[in-house]
């Protein structure tokens, strides 16, 4: 059986997660201050609801330039990209 291993160094109060790009069983080791986390390494299954596809994100509205002082809409539509997470940044 093929494995896919990551690896997560935390700080103290660290938080960790991983986006799958293919199905299959996955070890994730977890290093908290040079230690191994407690129950570290997880094996964890991923089947194909779970597989991450950026690249199926669509955004439309706003996404080039909006306007100051004034409402601009974005829609970010995750519907066939699996299970991901989103960060949106304003600058």
Known sequence: MHYYY??????TA???GFQPKKKGMYVV??????AKFPGSPFQIQIGDTEVCSPSKVKVSGAVREGMSQQWNDVTINVTDAGQILVTVCCV
């Open 6 to 11: 990551y690896y997560y160094y935390l700080l």
């Open 14 to 16: 660290g938080f960790c």
């Open 29 to 34: 080791d977890v290093i908290q201050d040079g």
